[in-house]
C-alpha cells in the first residue's frame, strides 16, 4: 500500500526558507499567515541554517503569544542608516546610558562619513541583507576610499551598537553581524594610530608668558588655573561661584554646559513670567552636564590661585546671574549680550582668537616644520596641553599614579602614564624644574604649594599677574 504524502498545515507554525536562493546558506524565517493578517510576514535576522532559523521563528512566536513582541511591519523594510539614526536618537534621550551632545554629535558624523560615504554606503541596504561577509566587504571599502582606521572603529561600535539594540527590542532576531567579521591588527595600523598629535608640555618660562600676555586679568587667572589644576577647557569655564571652597583652597568639578545643535529643548527666557517657552527658530540649546566620565573631583589649589579665585567670585556676586543653566557663572565672555544662543559662557573661538593665539605667539609655541617628526614642537601648543603642565606638577611633586590620575580624573591609568612620561622626558630640558628638591615628608597639597611658590619666585611678574587680580596684594 502506498504511503499517504503528509498534508499537515504550516499555518500555525510559519515557514522556514533558504534564501535569497537555494544554496545560499541563509535562511529566513516567515510567521504564519494567522499572525499577519493574511501575509507571511518575516522574522527580522538571517540565519545561517535551517535549524536556527526554526528556533528563532519558535521563539518569536512564543513571545508574540505572550504578547512580548509586536508583529513585525509588512511594509517597506526599515534600512540600515534609518535603524542607526533610530538608534542614535534612543541614545541621546534613554534614561539610562544617556550620550553626551559631544557623543552624539560625534557618532551623527560617523552615520554620514561611514554609514553613508558615497563609496561605501552600506546605509542604504535593507536590515535583512546586512551580513558578516556584506560588513567585511564595507571595511574595505572605506580604507579604500582613504577613510581613516580610527574613523571605521567608530563606525564598527556605532553599528554593533545599533544591531545590540535591534536585537534587544525584537526588531532584529539572530546573531549581530557585526561580531561575526574577524578584526585584523598590523604594525601598519599600530603605526597610523602612534601619529596621533604629541601632547606639548610648557616649560616654566612658557608658562609664566602665557599667563602674563593677555590684557584682561580673567584671562590671565583663566589659563593660570587651567596649568595649574588640570581642567579641561568645558569643566573650567562651566564652574560656578560656588564651586571655589570659601574656607580651604579647593574646587569643586561637577559639571560642564555644551551647546547641543538642533536640540528642540524649552528654554527659560528673560520675561517676569519666567515660564519655560520654546523659540522653534532657535539652532540648539545650551545644556548642563556631568563632567566627562561622570567623574565629579575636588581639586587643591595653590593659595594664592584660590585667592584669586575667591576674588572673581566675590564680584560676581554684585552681578546679576547669568541664564539658566548658567546660573552663577564664575568665568564670563567679555561684553556678552544675553540672548538664547548667549548666556554668558565664554567663547571658545573668539577666546582663542583674542587671548590665546598672541600668548602663544609670545611664548614662541607656534609650530615649527623644521624640528624633527616626533618633537612636539613641530605643532603650536593647544589650550588642553596645559594639562600636561599639571601633570608634570604632580610628577615633581612625587604624586603616585593613582593620585595623578585622579586629579587629572582619568579613568584608565595608562592615559595618566603617557602624560608622566612627558613629563619626565621634559623634566632635563626645563631648567628650573631640573634642579627641584622638594621635601618628601609633606603632603602632596603642600608640594604643589611649594612648587608655585618656587615658581613664583622664578617668574614674580606671571605670579604678580594672578596675586594682584581684583583688587588682591603681591606681598
Not at 528556533?55 to 511594509?75: H, K
Not at 529643548?265 to 513670567?273: P, V
Request: hydrophobic share 40%; with cysteine.
Amino acid at each position: 500500500m502506498a504511503r499517504k504524502r503528509s498534508t499537515r498545515s504550516t499555518a500555525n507554525v510559519g515557514t522556514v526558507l533558504e534564501r535569497p536562493r537555494k544554496g545560499s546558506g541563509t535562511w529566513h524565517a516567515y510567521l504564519p499567515a494567522s499572525m499577519g493578517d493574511g501575509k507571511r510576514v518575516r522574522v527580522p535576522g538571517i540565519f545561517r541554517s535551517e535549524a536556527e532559523a526554526r528556533v528563532a521563528l519558535n521563539d518569536f512566536i512564543a513571545d508574540l503569544r505572550s504578547e512580548r513582541r509586536e508583529v513585525p511591519s509588512a511594509g517597506t523594510p526599515t534600512n540600515l542608516a534609518q535603524a542607526v539614526e533610530r538608534y542614535i536618537e534612543y541614545r541621546s534621550t534613554a534614561a539610562r546610558g544617556r550620550w553626551a551632545a559631544a557623543t552624539e554629535q560625534g557618532y551623527r558624523a560617523v552615520l554620514d562619513a561611514c554609514v553613508r560615504h558615497p563609496r561605501a554606503n552600506i546605509g542604504a541596504l535593507t536590515l535583512n541583507r546586512v551580513t558578516a561577509p556584506v560588513i567585511n566587504k564595507w571595511y574595505e571599502d572605506l580604507a579604500g576610499a582613504g577613510v581613516a582606521a580610527s574613523r571605521i572603529r567608530y563606525g564598527r561600535w556605532l553599528l554593533s551598537g545599533t544591531f545590540k539594540w535591534l536585537i534587544t527590542r525584537g526588531e532584529f532576531t539572530g546573531a549581530n553581524p557585526v561580531g561575526q567579521v574577524a578584526s585584523f591588527w598590523s604594525k601598519t595600523d599600530a603605526d597610523e594610530d602612534s601619529r596621533s598629535r604629541l601632547v606639548l608640555l610648557p616649560t616654566w618660562a612658557d608658562l609664566s608668558t602665557l599667563i602674563a600676555t593677555p590684557k584682561f586679568e580673567q584671562d590671565q587667572v583663566l589659563i593660570a588655573l587651567l596649568a595649574w589644576s588640570g581642567l579641561r577647557w568645558t569643566e573650567a569655564t562651566s564652574l560656578r561661584c560656588t564651586d571655589v571652597w570659601p574656607d580651604r583652597p579647593m574646587l569643586t568639578v561637577a559639571r560642564v554646559l555644551v551647546w547641543k545643535q538642533g536640540h528642540k529643548a524649552a528654554l527659560t527666557r528673560a520675561d517676569r513670567s519666567g515660564s519655560p517657552a520654546f523659540d522653534g527658530r532657535l539652532k540648539g540649546a545650551w545644556l548642563e552636564e556631568p563632567v566627562k566620565g561622570g567623574q565629579r573631583a575636588t581639586i587643591p589649589l595653590p593659595t594664592p590661585l584660590w585667592q584669586a579665585l575667591l576674588r572673581l567670585a566675590h564680584l560676581r556676586i554684585s552681578q546679576p546671574e547669568c541664564p539658566s543653566p548658567a546660573g552663577d557663572l564664575l568665568f564670563r565672555g567679555h561684553r556678552w549680550q544675553q540672548s538664547p544662543e548667549r548666556i554668558g559662557i565664554i567663547n571658545n573661538r573668539n577666546w582663542t582668537r583674542d587671548a590665546w593665539v598672541p600668548a602663544r605667539t609670545a611664548a614662541g609655541l607656534v609650530g615649527d616644520d623644521s624640528r624633527p617628526e616626533l618633537d612636539p614642537r613641530r605643532n603650536p601648543i593647544l589650550i588642553k596641553d596645559l594639562r600636561a603642565f599639571t601633570a608634570s606638577i604632580l610628577h615633581d611633586a612625587g604624586a603616585t599614579d593613582l593620585e595623578a590620575s585622579a586629579m587629572l580624573r582619568h579613568r584608565d591609568t595608562r592615559t595618566t602614564e603617557k602624560y608622566y612620561a612627558r613629563a619626565m622626558s621634559e623634566k632635563a630640558h626645563d631648567p628650573d624644574r631640573a634642579k627641584l628638591r622638594l621635601k618628601p615628608e609633606l603632603s602632596l597639597p603642600a608640594r604643589v604649594e611649594e612648587l608655585w611658590r618656587l615658581w613664583a619666585v622664578k617668574h614674580p611678574a606671571a605670579a604678580a599677574c594672578v596675586t594682584s587680580s581684583y583688587g588682591g596684594t603681591t606681598s
